[in-house]
């Protein structure tokens, strides 16, 4: 009997690496017993023996299987996965046989540790840590207890979303710790080390009031199975009894009440459900809360996959001015508004000086992803391409739709583009009102982010001062009902 002795429950490279070494040297599976750590279960047992006789390369099929199967917390899983690594030799399509015993059992390992990783990702609560490090960086950590041995799988994803963050999510087998550079896996962990409430379980119950489908419950599954899996960590599992009581009512009610938006707050985390039926040309949005709400769910490009969420326009149904920007940016990605970091201060300020309240107008971008990529711990702003552009242009006619602003101000280049459906010389056209074909009017402007780049103090004031004249101008314009230049556009 040949004895391997992997590292961890998670040591799947170990199992590889063990596994090649026994193929190649002919050990057949009932040689071989598997453990995990020094546990003695091998007393007795023979060393794993050298690389030997005829190399040997896996299939990916099969690696790529028993790196998800091998993460559930089956004991026998070791044994499974190496008996099909070996049969592979006299039966190479074994894998495509789906009603083989041990091939149908793997599948299932499989499956249930997509489940897992899955159930983690939603379910994982963070609570902040009060002590933050000397950085001032916020600090959170989280206690989750996964079905299966999932943790280092899901981490990529929690490492996407918070990446400006530091964060630990412990669990009972290992714990993951993100300082905003790197991850690492350390041992396991207690629940008590976690902080048991902060000023977030008040957002988290919010939330899960406004996203809870009382059309869809399903009592039995919510109380027998996810009561007892996951509502102990979950701070809005408070609020499910409640809801249970009263699904009935608010569902009828719902049948009866037109979609309105959920809150930013709500929208926060939207991006992580799965899509539901899209808005189409044949069933446009009816209002500017149903594009809020079905933004979260776009999947006209792919922008959406490492975004926070999608960051809908927002003011008046009614406005007469509508701002157009380029896409949220980090700020804007996380709080679901647009122009709220340091882009939208220097907005707001122009538009004071302009004498226009942002409050009548109807703010919003051409983008409503934010694109990324990271550096480090910091997510720096790409441009979105033309196509990117083109697919998220159907929402900004759908907002130009309702809101049927007089006037659309661009703000540069990407916006204009978006605007016209076509590329504008923005410095050659800015400031004047040009038509389009759908009878409204647009005047094109620089960003106001092209504002903060500017090193100089002086060139800065000038161009702010111009960028307020073009607001002006627009102001202007609403006011009138003739278009300046006949330029159609669009
Ligand atoms: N820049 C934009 O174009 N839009 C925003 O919402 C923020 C920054």
């Not at 992997?6 to 799947?12: E, G, I, K, R």
């Not at 099969?62 to 070996?86: C, S």
């Not at 990324?372 to 006619?397: F, I, M, Q, Y």
Request: hydrophobic share 45%.
């Amino acid at each position: 009997m040949i004895g391997v002795s992997l590292a961890s429950q998670t040591d799947v490279a170990g199992w590889r690496a063990a596994a090649r070494r026994l193929r190649m040297a002919g050990v057949a599976p009932d040689a071989v017993r598997w453990s995990v750590g020094d546990d003695g279960g091998l007393l007795g047992a023979d060393p794993l023996p050298d690389a030997a006789c005829a190399p040997f390369t896996a299939p990916a099929a099969v690696l790529g299987l028993a790196a998800n199967a091998l993460l559930h917390k089956a004991e026998g899983r070791f044994d499974l996965m190496y008996r099909i690594l070996w049969r592979l030799k006299d039966e190479p399509d074994l894998l495509k046989i789906v009603t083989d015993d041990g091939v149908s059992q793997a599948l299932r390992l499989q499956k249930a540790v997509w489940q897992a990783e899955h159930k983690m990702h939603a379910f994982v609560r963070f609570r902040r840590v009060d002590d933050p490090p000397a950085d001032e960086t916020e600090t959170y950590a989280a206690w989750f207890e996964p079905a299966h041995y999932v943790l280092e799988k899901a981490c990529p994803f929690f490492v996407r979303r918070m990446a400006n963050l530091r964060f630990s999510i412990l669990t009972p087998y290992a714990s993951a710790v993100w300082d905003g550079q790197a991850l690492q896996i350390g041992k396991g962990a207690d629940r008590s080390q976690v902080p048991a409430e902060d000023a977030r379980e008040d957002d988290w119950k919010a939330y899960f009031a406004s996203v809870f489908n009382p059309a869809r419950l399903n009592p039995k599954v919510m109380v027998q199975h996810m009561a007892k899996h996951y509502w102990r960590n979950l701070p809005e599992a408070e609020t499910i009894p409640g809801l249970i009581e009263h699904a009935a009512s608010r569902a009828a009610a719902m049948v009866a009440t037109p979609p309105t938006a959920p809150s930013p707050r709500a929208r926060k985390t939207l991006a992580q459900r799965e899509p539901r039926t899209a808005l189409t040309d044949d069933a446009p949005p009816e209002s500017i809360a149903a594009i809020a709400d079905a933004i979260q769910f776009c999947r006209r490009c792919d922008l959406w996959r490492d975004a926070t969420q999608g960051v809908p326009g927002e003011g008046p149904a009614t406005a007469s001015l509508m701002f157009v920007g380029e896409q949220p940016g980090d700020l804007e990605d996380l709080r679901g508004r647009p122009f709220v970091g340091p882009a939208g201060e220097m907005f707001d300020r122009a538009l004071g000086e302009a004498g226009i309240d942002r409050e009548d107008c109807y703010v919003t971008n051409a983008v409503k992803h934010f694109k990324h990529e990271l550096r480090g711990k910091r997510r720096l702003h790409k441009t979105p391409n033309s196509g990117e552009v083109k697919a998220c242009r159907w929402w900004l006619d759908q907002e130009r739709r309702l809101v049927k602003p007089r006037l659309i101000v661009a703000l540069g280049a990407t916006a204009a583009a978006a605007v016209f459906g076509r590329p504008m010389a923005v410095l050659k056209t800015r400031g004047q009102a040009l038509s389009l074909r759908d009878g409204g009017q647009a005047l094109v402007t620089l960003h106001p982010s092209y504002l903060l780049r500017l090193p100089d103090e002086a060139a800065r004031r000038a161009a702010f001062n111009n960028f307020v004249d073009d607001l002006k101008a627009a102001k202007a314009l609403t006011g009138r009902s003739s278009t300046v230049h006949a330029q159609h556009c669009n």
